[in-house]
């Protein structure tokens, strides 16, 4: 190993002699450079596993992602078509102010949902073991980097109950005024690929403003996958 | 040392499994709220169309009118475009191309596209 070498013959212009006096500092000093040069190799070398390992699948992650959150907020983007073709319609007709106002806050009930929806599919992500992985590290009693990462994931976390909060909030804020009997429902928590109930209010509101407006239901056809 | 490259790959071999499952979620992440923003404004014009489609039909206007030519082009533009795929080479071209029609369709109708309608009103593009 020729960096032990040379690590011995690093030295200041006057210990040459302090060096080589003493066999047993000398070789305490190698065993500190040895272990100090293994711990930066290691972090250094976790690191760039780290990085090759994120460069593979980045593309594949976000690929798989995009078709996840396209496929669930489309249908949420043509109730809001849907609707808004319904306001315009209103707004044509000069119909009264209360319908053109109850549409609109269903239009901000869906791009409500939508963001609830796309929180919702975010965290139901399964996060990495990295406690697991820190137990083996330091069973070979060699320093370990903190996981930065696991930080951030927790925060994401604290994101979504804070962000879920402000939704029920919202939720009631802007339906008032509108049967709110159902807003109970904006307040509980499910899991993502259970219906969304706010979601059928909507629909239910928006079938009878198709009524009252006297335009077919086929309308609402092209809806029916929600 | 003998066995200390050994230690050192198992190392590099953890971190890179570490990384890459870090990849998948963080790409995940970014790929759903990309992917959202194009599903939602895509959803939209779609609905729209559809329902006014509806509308037109209810009103026994001509079928070969301009509205209705319009339309049924929208229509045609939006169900070929695939907008769950990100590596679609023409993706930025035809999605310009279908907020162009929107547009035309809107003035047609006479019809302000809001901000409800647009993408900048979806809440996802803030």
Request: charged share 25%; net charge negative.
């Given at each position: 190993?020729?960096?032990?070498?040379?690590?011995?013959?690093?030295?200041?212009?006057?210990?040459?002699?302090?060096?080589?006096?003493?066999?047993?500092?000398?070789?305490?000093?190698?065993?500190?450079?040895?272990?100090?040069?293994?711990?930066?190799?290691?972090?250094?070398?976790?690191?760039?596993?780290?990085?090759?390992?994120?460069?593979?699948?980045?593309?594949?992650?976000?690929?798989?992602?995009?078709?996840?959150?396209?496929?669930?907020?489309?249908?949420?983007?043509?109730?809001?078509?849907?609707?808004?073709?319904?306001?315009?319609?209103?707004?044509?007709?000069?119909?009264?102010?209360?319908?053109?106002?109850?549409?609109?806050n269903l239009l901000d009930a869906v791009g409500?949902?939508?963001?609830?929806?796309?929180?919702?599919?975010?965290?139901?992500?399964?996060?990495?073991?990295?406690?697991?992985?820190?137990?083996?590290?330091?069973?070979?009693?060699?320093?370990?980097?903190?996981?930065?990462?696991?930080?951030?994931?927790?925060?994401?976390?604290?994101?979504?109950?804070?962000?879920?909060?402000?939704?029920?909030?919202?939720?009631?804020?802007?339906?008032?005024?509108?049967?709110?009997?159902?807003?109970?429902?904006?307040?509980?928590?499910?899991?993502?690929?259970?219906?969304?109930?706010?979601?059928?209010?909507?629909?239910?509101?928006?079938?009878?403003?198709?009524?009252?407006?006297?335009?077919?239901?086929?309308?609402?056809?092209?809806?029916?996958?929600? | 040392?003998?066995?200390?490259?050994?230690?050192?790959?198992?190392?590099?071999?953890?971190?890179?499994?570490?990384?890459?499952?870090?990849?998948?979620?963080?790409?995940?992440?970014?790929?759903?709220?990309?992917?959202?923003?194009?599903?939602?404004?895509?959803?939209?014009?779609?609905?729209?169309?559809?329902?006014?489609?509806?509308?037109?039909?209810?009103?026994?206007?001509?079928?070969?009118?301009?509205?209705?030519?319009?339309?049924?082009?929208?229509?045609?533009?939006?169900?070929?475009?695939?907008?769950?795929?990100?590596?679609?080479?023409?993706?930025?071209?035809?999605?310009?191309?279908?907020?162009?029609?929107?547009?035309?369709?809107?003035?047609?109708?006479?019809?302000?596209?809001?901000?409800?309608?647009?993408?900048?009103?979806?809440?996802?593009?803030?």
């Open positions: 190993m020729s960096w032990l070498r040379a690590a011995s013959l690093v030295q200041g212009p006057g210990e040459e002699r302090d060096v080589f006096d003493e066999e047993a500092d000398e070789s305490v000093l190698v065993q500190r450079e040895w272990r100090s040069h293994m711990q930066r190799r290691v972090k250094e070398g976790y690191r760039d596993g780290i990085e090759a390992g994120k460069a593979v699948t980045l593309q594949q992650g976000f690929n798989q992602g995009y078709k996840e959150g396209a496929e669930v907020i489309m249908n949420y983007g043509q109730l809001r078509g849907t609707l808004s073709a319904l306001l315009s319609w209103c707004h044509l007709h000069d119909n009264s102010s209360a319908l053109i106002s109850k549409i609109n409500q949902c939508e963001e609830y929806v796309l929180r919702h599919l975010k965290s139901i992500t399964p996060q990495p073991h990295v406690v697991d992985l820190l137990d083996s590290i330091q069973d070979m009693d060699l320093c370990h980097t903190a996981p930065a990462e696991e930080k951030i994931d927790e925060a994401k976390d604290d994101r979504f109950y804070e962000n879920n909060a402000e939704f029920n909030k919202n939720c009631s804020k802007n339906l008032s005024g509108v049967d709110c009997s159902s807003l109970k429902y904006c307040r509980t928590q499910e899991r993502a690929h259970s219906e969304n109930p706010s979601l059928t209010w909507i629909l239910e509101q928006t079938a009878s403003l198709v009524k009252q407006l006297g335009v077919s239901v086929d309308i609402l056809r092209h809806l029916k996958q929600l | 040392m003998p066995g200390s490259q050994d230690m050192f790959d198992a190392i590099v071999m953890e971190g890179y499994e570490e990384g890459s499952s870090l990849g998948m979620i963080e790409g995940r992440q970014y790929g759903m709220l990309h992917g959202a923003k194009i599903g939602s404004e895509i959803g939209c014009y779609q609905g729209f169309a559809f329902a006014w489609r509806c509308l037109l039909h209810g009103w026994a206007t001509e079928k070969d009118s301009k509205e209705m030519k319009v339309l049924e082009s929208l229509i045609g533009m939006i169900q070929k475009f695939p907008y769950d795929d990100p590596t679609y080479d023409k993706l930025h071209e035809d999605l310009d191309r279908i907020r162009g029609k929107f547009k035309q369709l809107c003035s047609l109708l006479n019809i302000q596209p809001d901000f409800k309608i647009s993408a900048e009103g979806s809440r996802l593009s803030s």
